[in-house]
């Protein structure tokens, strides 16, 4: 498989669109991630419509809700707003109306539960690889690892039960290798936090 044309637009507009935006807690491009994910997807046998979809994916989520959404469907099609949308667990950015975080990761995990789109599964099983390793990466190399954890919205144990409760939810799904690496990677993450998460709280639960 090559590359074409719509590869290349892809690449350009959503560098443009993120162009602004940094990781979290870092000064590192978006667009590292980006790249990262849709190299992910190539290297377990994705299309190109996977490829560009892995370069969309939090376009619609962080940088223009529903009318970004549109816009993508507009430029790449049908088959490609329909896997970024499923990869979004927000699509009200652009209204200021994000649930709260954990109704929203739990909203996720459950959309997950119920995909039967393969290609959807594969980038966000990209995505969630690609930024469990980056948190692990810097937890094994950190002087001080409470700062990693802080650079989240949630605390250590609502992290680990995001990341443990998507394990459980792909493998419901597939069994394919890039789960196979999201498993043995947060199982890492736990082992560093020193042990599993107990649960998440609902915010404002205390």
Not at 22 to 33: D, F, I, L, N, Q
Not at 143 to 168: A, N, P
Request: charged share 35%; net charge negative.
């Amino acid at each position: 498989m090559s590359l074409g044309p719509r590869f290349d637009e892809a690449l350009l507009y959503a560098i443009d669109a993120h162009r602004d935006q940094t990781r979290k807690g870092t000064g590192v491009p978006y667009a590292s991630h980006l790249l990262g994910v849709a190299s992910l997807v190539l290297e377990e046998a994705g299309g190109e419509d996977e490829a560009i979809a892995a370069l969309l994916h939090d376009v619609v989520e962080d940088q223009g809700g529903r009318p970004r959404l549109e816009e993508v469907r507009q430029r790449f099609g049908e088959r490609i707003a329909d896997i970024v949308e499923a990869c979004s667990d927000s699509l009200e950015e652009d209204e200021g109306k994000k649930p709260p975080w954990k109704q929203r990761k739990a909203r996720y995990i459950e959309r997950v539960r119920t995909e039967h789109n393969g290609s959807a599964l594969l980038v966000s099983m990209a995505d969630k690889l690609y930024n469990s390793r980056a948190v692990l990466r810097d937890l094994r190399f950190a002087k001080d690892r409470q700062g990693v954890w802080d650079r989240f919205s949630r605390e250590r144990d609502c992290v680990l039960w995001y990341y443990r409760s998507l394990v459980d939810a792909f493998r419901s799904k597939t069994d394919v290798r890039l789960l196979d690496e999201l498993d043995s990677t947060v199982t890492e993450l736990e082992e560093l936090a020193g042990g599993p998460s107990p649960g998440c709280p609902d915010e404002g639960s205390g």
